[in-house]
T-cell receptor, first 115, second 112 residues
Framework: LAKTTQPISMDSYEGQEVNITCSHN???????ITWYQQFPSQGPRFIIQ???TKVTNEVASLFIPADRKSSTLSLPRVSLSDTAVYYC????????????????FGTGTRLTIIP | ETGVTQSPTHLIKTRGQQVTLRCSSQ?????VSWYQQALGQGPQFIFQ???????GRGNFPPRFSGLQFPNYSSELNVNALELDDSALYLC???????????FGPGTRLTVT
């Protein structure tokens, strides 16, 4: 079961780019990496998902090095509304793993945006 | 398109009782996962259902059980409640067990 580690907290000013890194040293071949955002008293919200290299969508980018032992979520030009807890999730991908789906959330990073 | 819904929103139970939590998955989704989130902690995976069959389980005792119905809605049952079961219980659905999950707002369970 892939264990993940993230910084407990980060602070940033509005308008800056924020990078949050997740370590997953024992990630398996079929594991994919997903990032979620969670506000207090709400369920996590999907941000981005990837398997290798770089993935970009309208809200974030995800960088995954060749060894896949870590990943970095990049949030461009953050605003106060980006203050939340960010989770890295490592899970199984592929038909061969059917019946053994286990999903591990990281410890979460509490991001605080300063005006 | 209706998102993931959970009921009830809040629940208070006494130690030793049993509880059933419900989740309606998003339209077109055949996979439901359940998580327990204690205060200040990340969500912990309980189990997942794919097309009405259990598709993996986390490190939770057998008194945590589940069910998925033909319409892909799901139930989480917890027997013999303990004080440590107090938490936010999250349900997430996905189009397929390999796809990204969409979470519901959660059920806040308090055991006294």
């Amino acid at each position: 079961l892939a264990k993940t580690t993230q910084p407990i907290s980060m602070d940033s000013y509005e308008g800056q780019e924020v990078n949050i890194t997740c370590s997953h040293n024992n990630i398996a071949t079929n594991d994919y990496i997903t990032w979620y955002q969670q506000f207090p008293s709400q369920g996590p919200r999907f941000i981005i998902q990837g398997y290798k290299t770089k993935v970009t969508n309208e809200v974030a980018s995800l960088f995954i090095p060749a060894d896949r032992k870590s990943s970095t979520l990049s949030l461009p030009r953050v605003s106060l509304s980006d203050t939340a807890v960010y989770y890295c999730l490592v899970g199984l991908l592929g038909e061969s793993n059917f019946g053994n789906e286990k999903l591990t959330f990281g410890t979460g990073t509490r991001l605080t945006i300063i005006p | 398109e209706t998102g993931v819904t959970q009921s009830p929103t809040h629940l208070i139970k006494t130690r030793g009782q049993q509880v059933t939590l419900r989740c309606s998955s998003q339209s077109g989704h055949n996979t439901v996962s359940w998580y327990q989130q204690a205060l200040g902690q990340g969500p912990q995976f309980i189990f997942q259902y794919y097309r009405e069959e259990e598709n993996g389980r986390g490190n939770f005792p057998p008194r945590f059980s589940g069910l998925q119905f033909p319409n892909y809605s799901s139930e989480l049952n917890v027997n013999a409640l303990e004080l440590d079961d107090s938490a936010l219980y999250l349900c997430a659905s996905s189009r397929d067990y390999r796809d990204e999950q969409y979470f519901g707002p959660g059920t806040r369970l308090t055991v006294t």
